[in-house]
């Protein structure tokens, strides 16, 4: 495994994670449980997510937390030749990637999994509008509602707030200058629907303060949604679809008089 090689085998993570925070996720993996990304960076304030994804090198600082915060929430009974600061055994390091080897792939599959689902879900929704006579235009930053005209739509565009502009994956010209700004979420369990349904609300709350009543939000859910999440949905005033229900999406367009 390139991050035992990395990091000598546990013993200098800062140095590896300077190099790529690629390994970060290895070392998620080794901790007692397993955590997700949000509960490693509750763990450690300087958990650096992005360089993870990206792959990117980790400042010296931060590198130096995440080692601090690995070492003390490891899996002891994985990394026993830490505790006892020497090299591991061929015995030690065979029973951890049996452990870690199964978990990262189930890891990794699942997020191809979400990605696939996501790109298929939203190229759902543009072909329902298509199919229904709507216009895609060319995306950009929506500084004005009347860059959105009725019955057109952008696909990944940007949307300006009070702060900084968010991402939003559909936008819709609705009558009335008014503009539905759609967010298409996957999940693969209760939990990540919690992210998912934080990112939602965190935008509505941006175009609600920036632009009123003017810009509506929707969301477009698949996968496993927790209740809770889609009651916080409607009480945020976020219209709420389904991916496996697009009909009630069209009967609610037709109702918006487009």
Same mark, same amino acid.
């Given at each position: 495994m390139a991050a035992l090689k990395a990091t000598d085998c546990l013993r200098d993570i800062p140095s590896a994670l300077q190099a790529t925070g690629a390994h970060l996720?290895?070392? %998620?993996?080794?901790?007692?449980?397993?955590?997700?990304? !949000?509960?490693?960076?509750?763990?450690?304030?300087?958990?650096? =997510? %992005?360089?993870?994804?990206?792959?990117?090198?980790?400042?010296?600082?931060?590198?130096?937390?995440?080692?601090?915060?690995?070492?003390?929430?490891? !899996?002891? %009974?994985?990394?026993?030749?830490? !505790?006892?600061?020497?090299?591991?055994?061929?015995?030690?390091?065979?029973?951890?990637?049996?452990?870690?080897?199964?978990?990262? $792939?189930?890891?990794?599959?699942?997020?191809?999994?979400?990605?696939?689902? $996501?790109?298929?879900?939203?190229?759902?929704?543009? $072909?329902?509008?298509?199919?229904?006579?709507?216009? =895609?235009?060319?995306?950009?930053?929506?500084?004005n509602l009347t860059d959105v005209q009725l019955k057109h739509f952008l696909h990944k565009t940007r949307f300006a707030t009070t702060t900084r502009p968010q991402e939003v994956d559909i936008a819709c010209g609705l009558p009335g200058t008014v503009v539905l700004a759609m967010e298409c979420k996957v999940t693969n369990d209760e939990t990540n629907s919690v992210k998912r349904v934080n990112d939602v609300l965190k935008k509505a709350a941006a175009w609600q303060a920036h632009w009123g009543s003017f810009v509506r939000t929707a969301a477009l859910l698949q996968g496993v949604i927790a209740f809770k999440d889609v009651e916080r949905l409607l009480e945020g005033k976020v219209e709420v679809f389904w991916s496996h229900d697009l009909h009630t999406f069209e009967a609610w367009l037709d109702a918006q008089g487009c």
């Open positions: 996720m290895v070392l %998620r993996q080794l901790m007692a449980p397993p955590i997700s990304q !949000d509960q490693f960076a509750l763990l450690c304030a300087q958990y650096p =997510k %992005r360089a993870e994804v990206m792959g990117r090198p980790v400042t010296p600082t931060a590198a130096q937390a995440v080692a601090s915060a690995f070492l003390t929430g490891r !899996d002891r %009974r994985l990394t026993r030749w830490l !505790d006892a600061n020497q090299a591991p055994t061929t015995s030690q390091i065979r029973n951890l990637l049996r452990a870690v080897v199964p978990m990262l $792939s189930m890891q990794i599959v699942a997020t191809l999994r979400r990605g696939r689902m $996501s790109m298929e879900q939203e190229g759902a929704l543009v $072909s329902l509008l298509e199919q229904r006579g709507w216009t =895609k235009q060319v995306r950009g930053l929506i500084s």
